[in-house]
């Protein structure tokens, strides 16, 4: 059962428009949601995060928005550029009594900015 | 900057061995983490480490077991590889459950 969706397996934009990468999730116990970017042979890089205590979290070119009563997380990258291009992880994390620090992944999208 | 290095980039061993993937992570953090990344299935969670000689099942322990003798050190073990464990495999670290994650490049297995 995923409980972290990213339904959408790739994305193409051009540079200097907006990237929006879409994330969903089923369990209401999540609190703490993060976005990685992965190159190929690399490890995640930490992007962005966002407390369900906030709807917006905003660092730079990068917005995450959160809709709670939806399930539904969002990365803004504005404006994108071709060295965005790589794959970009939605990850959640359960809180209170449950809370064990264990990231739940989505599937991940491709992004592609071209130039 | 946290560092967290594995040990092999690329490794390729055959079916029936036993595995050692090696993580060593030096700012002192007390979690410690190893997934497997897979297309079309993001990473997954394989065991995690809280503190030395302590260890949590993640959601794909089967086949698996790890070691922690050392903070700064966590070993993944594949006590018999198969050939479905063909896989990249991440580990990552961090000081406490509220805080992100940080990852090391990866180890690229090949099980024959």
């Known amino acids: 059962d995923q409980q972290v969706k990213q339904n959408s397996p790739s994305l193409s934009v051009q540079e200097g428009r907006i990237s929006i990468l879409n994330c969903d999730y089923t369990?209401?116990?999540?609190?703490?949601f993060l976005w990685y970017k992965k190159y190929p042979a690399e490890g995640p890089t930490f992007l962005i995060s966002i407390s369900s205590i906030k709807d917006k979290n905003e660092d730079g070119r990068f917005t995450v928005f959160l809709n709670k009563s939806a399930k539904h997380l969002s990365l803004h990258i504005v404006p994108s550029q071709p060295g965005d291009s790589a794959v970009y992880f939605c990850?959640?994390?359960?809180?209170?009594?449950?809370?064990?620090?264990?990231?739940?992944f989505g599937q991940g999208t491709t992004l592609q900015v071209k130039p | 900057d946290v560092k967290v290095t594995q040990s092999s980039r690329y490794l390729v061993k055959r079916t029936g061995e036993k595995v050692f993937l090696e993580c060593v992570q030096d700012?002192?953090?007390?979690?410690m983490f190893w997934y497997r990344q897979d297309p079309g299935l993001g990473l997954r969670l394989i065991y995690f480490?809280?503190?030395?000689?302590?260890?949590e099942k993640g959601d794909i322990p089967e086949g698996y077991s790890v070691s922690r003798e050392k903070k700064e050190r966590f070993s993944l073990i594949l006590e018999s590889a198969s050939t479905n464990q063909t896989s990249m495999y991440l580990c990552?670290?961090?000081?406490?459950?509220?805080?992100?994650?940080?990852f090391g490049d990866g180890t690229r297995l090949s099980i024959l």
């Open positions: 700012m002192d953090h007390e979690n």
């Open positions: 990552a670290s961090t000081a406490d459950s509220n805080q992100p994650q940080h």
């Open positions: 480490s809280y503190d030395v000689k302590m260890k």
């Open positions: 369990n209401s116990m999540f609190d703490y």
């Open positions: 990850a959640a994390v359960e809180g209170g009594s449950s809370n064990t620090g264990k990231l739940i």
